[in-house]
């Protein structure tokens, strides 16, 4: 079956620091992969995503590149702030409409 | 940009009440999407629908039902409330194509005594 595996959390880094969260996949065919972001008190919202294998996704200096060898997705950023404390959830798209969500990972920045 | 709305924030309901929440999305979208959100066990899919009066179950369909009459509006009901269904309601939709975006809503707590 299709799922997502995520590392668990809490991150806890300081500001500045190089953030990565691992995230690998199990999927029939190709599935689409997203990371999302859910900020305290709100929904989700897409953060970024790729679509084919070799893909780089990249938005407000996070970046994610879709490995089909390795079946990861794992997210970077080079100097993370405070205000990137949120639950981070990986994710792929199966069928056209079929989610898969990880369980989430909390990060934490400290000033 | 896409908008998601959901009726209630918080919510609070006693064992055995018939509780709707109602989600609305403004984008024409054609899927709609209802998922709880556990800590630990983050977004399992309830139900979804790709157009109106059309549903499919998700991976936790047991104790709720859904309703989609109109493109824009998709209900998520929950027949008898009981104490484990107190959790976060996400509501989100997406066009049809292979590779969107879902957009989500704010989310509804729901605390069920």
């Known amino acids: 079956g299709n799922s997502v595996t995520q590392m668990e959390g809490p991150v806890t880094l300081s500001e500045e620091a190089f953030l990565t969260i691992n995230c690998t996949y199990t999927?029939?065919?190709?599935?689409?992969l997203f990371w999302y972001v859910q900020y305290p008190g709100e929904g989700l919202q897409l953060l970024l995503k790729?679509?084919?294998?070799?893909d780089k996704g990249s938005n407000k200096g996070f970046e994610a590149t879709y490995r089909k060898e390795t079946t990861s997705f794992h997210l970077e950023k080079g100097s993370v702030q405070v205000s990137d404390s949120a639950v981070y959830f990986c994710?792929?798209?199966?069928?056209?409409?079929?989610?898969?969500f990880g369980s989430g990972t909390k990060l934490n920045v400290k000033p | 940009d896409v908008k998601v709305t959901q009726s209630s924030r918080y919510l609070v309901k006693r064992t055995g009440e018939k509780v709707f929440l109602e989600c609305v999305q403004d984008?024409?979208?054609?899927?709609m999407f209802w998922y709880r959100q556990d800590p630990g066990l983050g977004l399992r899919l309830i139900y979804f629908?790709?157009?109106?009066?059309?549903?499919e179950k998700g991976d936790i369909p047991e104790g709720y039902s859904v309703s989609r009459e109109k493109k824009e509006r998709f209900s998520l009901i929950l027949e008898s409330a009981s104490t484990n269904q107190t959790s976060m309601y996400l509501c989100?939709?997406?066009?049809?194509?292979?590779?969107?975006?879902?957009?989500f809503g704010p989310g509804t707590r729901l605390l069920v005594l």
């Open positions: 989100a939709s997406s066009l049809l194509t292979g590779t969107e975006t879902q957009y």
């Open positions: 629908s790709y157009d109106v009066k059309m549903k």
């Open positions: 790729a679509t084919k294998a070799d």
């Open positions: 999927a029939t065919g190709y599935p689409s």
């Open positions: 994710a792929l798209l199966y069928n056209f409409n079929k989610f898969y």
């Open positions: 984008m024409d979208h054609e899927n």
